[in-house]
């Protein structure tokens, strides 16, 4: 017969001690810091969309193109993506207002929007990643170079033990 060891813990059992139930609970920065990075995640977004656009200054192209390494100007325009103006927008703008939304409940403590964001912010790394590994796009600051930053600051706040307990905080167990 086999001698069960004390200090062993089964495959399956949590490593953190369960949660427990505090409607009090004080927000912690975790969730503050996830709550404003998903909010300049859609910021970002609309700042990507107007550079798509819109021509940039000369400044800030050269700014663009020094980041990246490259020098050269970004030239994904309108035309490029197929898309009329109104459609982009339109797009852009029910995106924005999906991840601000996001945001907020975020701040509020929401478990479910924690959850989604953490979903979504791993498949647009992901995507990031395959893109650059089977069709050679490059990250660059005029691609996704700000974006997986902050998908992956966002992944690191979210996934906190402070975040989940804050989103978990009204659940009986």
Do not use: C
């Not at 992956?152 to 905080?169: E, Q």
């Amino acid at each position: 017969m086999r001698e069960k060891h004390p200090r062993k813990r089964a495959a399956f059992e949590p490593l953190a001690a369960p949660v427990a139930h505090d409607p009090a609970m004080r927000r912690p920065a975790a969730t503050v810091a996830g709550g404003v990075l998903v909010l300049l995640r859609a910021a970002a977004g609309i700042v990507w969309g107007l550079t798509v656009a819109f021509d940039l200054p000369p400044w800030v192209q050269a700014v663009a193109g020094a980041a990246d390494g490259s020098g050269a100007e970004p030239t994904l325009t309108l035309s490029d993506l197929g898309l009329s103006a109104g459609v982009f927008f339109g797009i852009l703008g029910v995106i924005t207002v999906i991840q601000a939304v996001f945001g907020i409940l975020l701040l509020r403590g929401s478990n479910v929007a924690r959850v989604l964001v953490m979903l979504v912010s791993t498949v647009s790394i992901v995507s990031a990643f395959v893109g650059w590994w089977e069709l050679g796009q490059e990250i660059t600051v005029g691609t996704t170079l700000v974006t997986v930053s902050l998908d992956i600051l966002v992944l690191l706040a979210l996934s906190s033990r402070d975040a989940a307990a804050y989103a978990r905080r009204n659940e009986r167990r």
